[in-house]
């Protein structure tokens, strides 16, 4: 037999004086068609580009709402082990839910990690539900919207990777063919110039083979696009400097991740050394993980992805305390229809808004997993004026893109 996760002891209600359940808390007033209880939680893996966790909460007003945690092992367990904590709550008290399970969870690892990711897909599930019941848009939860429209970059792959020219034409390509009008590409990529990867350490063939690759494909888009180039924590902070400071009189959107990301003193030295702006952001978590980041202007540009950082309202949060520096917000997102619907509703609402990563564009049934059509058009994902995220999951698309063993959707629980 699996273990039932969602049956596991609860140490925490014997020690803390701070839960915030609605019976402890005296949340219990009659709210009318609005008293309304969660009845269950349930997940789904996809086998996208990534293993997707999707994540359902179902309610006893006939109304399920979706979301998503970010992709890989272990969120299912989580959200069993969640459940519980939810069942019997109103799901229209998104703010006070989400500490609640982040305070339940504080000896299991609610600073950071899967349990943050596993609480984001909860919280954004429902911000759906909430906009269901109550028949507003997600992005009218959140104070209402800055843009209807929202830019998106498409994260690119050429063929040969380390080959500048074979990035210039996926670029060009990208461009004038797809109608992007932002891109990011790769560029930890082999020169054939390294000698040991581990140290981190970047020679000065390597710098000059992955400034070429930023100066093609800046020079073959010229001003039809902005590009970003990331290179995955890869490199030393001298080595960051040093490539930073070689791409500085091209057009660059952004360099993303440089260096590793745990220590923040040699971020905001390397962020501080160039005039190359420099992305940082989907490998921290929560309010409390940018702060610093934010407060000591460490990142030029944040990058926060939502259903791994704590869902909708905390990168709205994250948005609001970086606009306080004016430092603007590029979404890392590398989500299924879901979670990239769930960012561009809160890009909607964030004055600093750069624009949301779309990450599946060789993909050619990303779009099939929701009944809606059309998400991403010229380079733009229009928020919709549709209850909630405004997106209904295609359950035959789920069934037939779910990973081997996983179990779809009991929809049954939706009338619990
Ligand atoms: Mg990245």
């Not at 979301?67 to 959200?79: A, H, K, R, T």
Request: net charge negative; aromatic share 6%; glycine share 8%.
């Amino acid at each position: 037999m699996p273990v039932n996760y969602a049956q596991l002891s609860d140490p925490n209600a014997h020690y803390t004086m701070r839960d915030l359940s609605a019976e402890t808390m005296g949340v219990t007033a009659d709210r009318g068609e609005r008293s309304v209880e969660i009845t269950d939680v349930q997940t789904t893996i996809v086998d996208g580009n990534y293993p997707w966790t999707l994540v359902r909460v179902y309610t006893d007003a006939g109304v399920a709402g979706t979301g998503e945690s970010y992709w890989g092992v272990g969120e299912p367990e989580i959200i069993d082990r969640l459940t519980p904590f939810l069942v019997g709550e109103n799901p229209l008290d998104i703010d006070r839910l989400y500490e609640h399970l982040v305070q339940k969870m504080s000896g299991e690892g609610s600073i950071s990690g899967k349990v943050v990711s596993a609480i984001s897909g909860i919280e954004t599930a429902l911000h759906d539900v909430a906009g269901k019941l109550l028949d507003v848009p997600a992005y009218q939860l959140l104070g209402g919207k800055y843009r209807d429209e929202v830019r998106v970059y498409c994260d690119c792959h050429a063929g040969d990777e380390s080959e500048p020219a074979s990035n210039a034409r996926e670029a060009e390509r990208v461009v004038s063919e797809l109608d992007y009008d932002a891109l990011k590409f790769d560029l930890d990529v082999p020169s054939g110039h390294e000698k040991d990867r581990a140290n981190r350490h970047m020679r000065g063939p390597e710098i000059e083979h992955k400034a070429e690759i930023v100066r093609e494909v800046c020079e073959t888009v010229g001003d039809r696009a902005d590009v970003a180039f990331d290179c995955h924590w890869s490199y030393s902070a001298s080595s960051a400097k040093r490539l930073l400071r070689e791409v500085e009189d091209l057009d660059v959107w952004w360099i993303e991740d440089p260096i590793p990301p745990e220590n923040h003193d040699v971020q905001r030295e390397v962020t501080h050394s160039s005039t190359t702006p420099v992305a940082v952001g989907e490998n921290v978590y929560r309010t409390h993980g940018n702060r610093q980041l934010i407060e000591e202007q460490a990142t030029d540009i944040l990058a926060p992805d939502l259903p791994k950082v704590g869902g909708m309202r905390e990168t709205q949060k994250i948005a609001h305390m970086a606009d306080l520096y004016y430092t603007p917000i590029a979404m890392h997102n590398v989500a299924s229809p879901i979670g990239t619907m769930a960012s561009a509703q809160v890009a909607a609402t964030i004055p600093n808004a750069l624009a949301v990563e779309f990450h599946s564009y060789q993909l050619g049934w990303w779009e099939a997993l929701v009944e809606e059509d059309n998400l991403i058009e010229g380079g733009r994902l229009t928020v919709p004026e549709r209850p909630g995220l405004g997106l209904t999951l295609d359950m035959d698309a789920v069934a037939e893109h779910m990973v081997d063993g996983e179990e779809l959707f009991d929809e049954a629980s939706e009338a619990a």
